[in-house]
């Protein structure tokens, strides 16, 4: 089938044409009629399978002949997950309405409100963004939502794991009961299907691959070994593919920042992507994947999202997600738009309970294959499984003590102002010499009690050993001075 069989208008297929477009994906083949037909849709995808042609371009088919926007009002409302997401839709909805004269803008975090405001205030025919930046600019009255027509759930259960689903539920009440609501998905939990149940009229569901399905291009296999051994692992296995791009997922931002960390040290260039890092940040990062300047990509799941890059060949997961369907999200990074792909998962004896899972929801066993030639045991691991920090060495200083050996200058033997048995003047229940029974301790910081009329100090002395330098003004004359 031919995207000009599907009823768009000749301007986008046009467009299409341009972009050499003119095989629909399945999913494109069986959302963009209903879209065309006003029905509300749940489409279920794996990523990278063209999901969002299959709900832009009949959004802009329907938008086209219609008025523009009215000031700080939009008429259709696209809502994703990530910052990355939304600015690859933004981007796809750009290329598509390049011969309709029609507005797009996308309002996300991380970046400054004002342009967003600014960009707002005239009105925009189709609005990408992020729910919590939307409510952002809702409280402060720069955009309102009761013209939308349209409305977009895109990864709705990424969307739910964030907890964006408390501002999803404010953000539709505050659309038109009219609208046309479209969901679309990789998976389908309970919630999201009771979020569709609520807030769709009669939706018409679409799947083309199973939710619970890995891409049928995608090779994947595991390796066991114990947590200190997947950095050499990691090493290893991409040095084996020099060249290849390659996506590591951790479950925690600052194992992204750890792992870039070690594999900088061992010669690779890598860049880590997540939410603690800045905008322009995450889009230099991408920019270097996407140029091959910077081969590996290191990244947590909710960052991920929207990773929209050719020729992703390898996907390791560093660290077993905790969901097992974010398996399903992870591995559709490579592997798209037809190509073939591999993903990789390590797998520590502390994770296999995941593993399990992750078997159980794809009902298919996971190859095993050992760990990649050279792989070591990493000896800086923490004792919580983390690696250690680049300032710490597997060589020992030449001046280390041995294990065990007490510090020097303690408890060894007595120091200058200690007595036979190593114990300080004066610090014992019996009084040092000069010093009456119950008067208190001296204070190194005023005169000395005993001090005689030449400003002499008692024995009792806190001068470090060894120590080579004259002796300071006498206590006397300090005190003298001061007053």
């Known amino acids: 089938m031919l995207f000009s069989e599907l009823g768009l208008s000749k301007t986008i297929l046009d467009t299409l044409d341009g972009l050499r477009l003119t095989t629909p994906?399945?999913?494109?083949?069986?959302?963009?009629?209903?879209?065309?037909?006003?029905?509300d849709v749940i489409g279920l995808a794996q990523t990278g399978t063209g999901k969002t042609a299959a709900f832009a371009l009949p959004i802009l088919h329907r938008l086209a002949p219609g008025k523009p926007a009215a000031p700080k009002k939009a008429r259709a409302l696209i809502l994703s997950p990530t910052r990355e997401l939304s600015a690859q839709i933004a981007r796809s909805v750009k290329d598509y309405s390049r011969k309709l004269n029609m507005t797009s803008t996308?309002?996300?975090?991380?970046?400054?409100?004002?342009?967003?405001?600014?960009?707002?205030?005239?009105?925009?025919?189709?609005?990408?963004?992020?729910?919590?930046?939307?409510?952002?600019?809702?409280?402060q009255r720069a955009v309102s939502l009761n013209e939308i027509e349209v409305v977009v759930l895109d990864?709705?259960?990424?969307?739910?794991?964030?907890?964006?689903?408390?501002?999803?539920?404010?953000?539709?009440?505050?659309?038109?009961?009219?609208?046309?609501t479209l969901l679309f998905s990789a998976t389908m939990p309970k919630e999201i299907r009771e979020l569709s149940s609520r807030h769709l009229k009669s939706p018409t569901e679409v799947s083309v691959i199973p939710a619970?399905?890995?891409?049928?291009?995608?090779?994947?296999?595991?390796?066991?070994?114990?947590?200190?051994?997947?950095?050499?692992?990691?090493?290893?296995?991409?040095?084996?593919?020099?060249?290849?791009?390659?996506?590591?997922?951790?479950?925690?931002?600052?194992?992204?920042?750890?792992?870039?960390?070690?594999?900088?040290?061992?010669?690779?260039?890598?860049?880590?992507?997540?939410?603690?890092?800045?905008?322009?940040?995450?889009?230099?990062?991408?920019a270097g994947f996407r140029a091959g300047t910077v081969p590996v990509l290191i990244a947590t799941d909710i960052a991920a999202r929207g990773i929209d890059v050719p020729g992703v060949s390898l996907v390791v997961n560093y660290e077993l997600p905790n969901v097992p369907e974010?398996?399903?999200?992870?591995?559709?990074?490579?592997?798209?738009?037809?190509?073939?792909?591999?993903?990789v998962t390590?797998?520590?004896?502390?994770?296999?309970?995941?593993?399990?899972?992750?078997?159980?929801?794809?009902?298919?066993?996971?190859?095993?294959?050992?760990?990649?030639?050279?792989?070591?045991?990493?000896?800086?691991?923490d004792p919580d499984g983390d690696f250690a920090p680049l300032n710490r060495t597997q060589r020992p200083r030449q001046d280390a003590r041995p294990q065990g050996a007490k510090p020097q200058g303690q408890g060894r033997r007595p120091g200058q102002n200690q007595g036979a048995g190593g114990k300080p003047q004066g610090q014992g229940r019996k009084p040092a010499t000069g010093q009456q029974a119950g008067a208190p301790a001296a204070n190194r910081h005023q005169p000395a009690t005993g001090a005689n009329q030449n400003g002499d100090q008692p024995a009792k002395?806190?001068?470090?050993?060894?120590?080579r330098r004259p002796r300071p003004e006498q206590a006397g004359d300090k005190a003298v001075a001061r007053g």
């Open 155 to 180: 990864e709705a259960d990424q969307m739910l794991d964030i907890g964006f689903m408390p501002a999803i539920k404010r953000i539709l009440a505050m659309t038109p009961a009219a609208r046309q």
């Open 212 to 286: 619970k399905k890995t891409a049928d291009r995608v090779e994947h296999s595991v390796m066991h070994m114990p947590t200190p051994a997947k950095m050499g692992a990691l090493a290893s296995l991409i040095r084996d593919r020099k060249g290849e791009r390659v996506i590591v997922f951790t479950r925690t931002k600052r194992g992204a920042d750890k792992a870039t960390k070690r594999l900088e040290a061992d010669g690779i260039n890598a860049a880590a992507i997540h939410g603690n890092k800045s905008q322009g940040q995450r889009e230099r990062a991408l």
């Open 25 to 39: 994906t399945p999913i494109q083949v069986q959302a963009i009629p209903l879209v065309l037909e006003g029905r």
């Open 106 to 139: 996308v309002v996300v975090g991380g970046v400054s409100v004002r342009p967003q405001i600014k960009a707002l205030a005239g009105g925009v025919d189709i609005l990408i963004a992020t729910p919590g930046r939307l409510m952002d600019l809702i409280e």
């Open 461 to 467: 002395s806190r001068r470090r050993r060894n120590d």
């Open 346 to 381: 390590f797998c520590a004896p502390d994770e296999r309970s995941l593993l399990r899972d992750i078997e159980k929801l794809l009902k298919v066993a996971i190859n095993v294959e050992k760990a990649p030639e050279g792989t070591y045991v990493d000896a800086l691991a």
């Open 326 to 343: 974010v398996y399903v999200h992870r591995i559709g990074r490579t592997a798209r738009a037809g190509a073939e792909g591999t993903a």
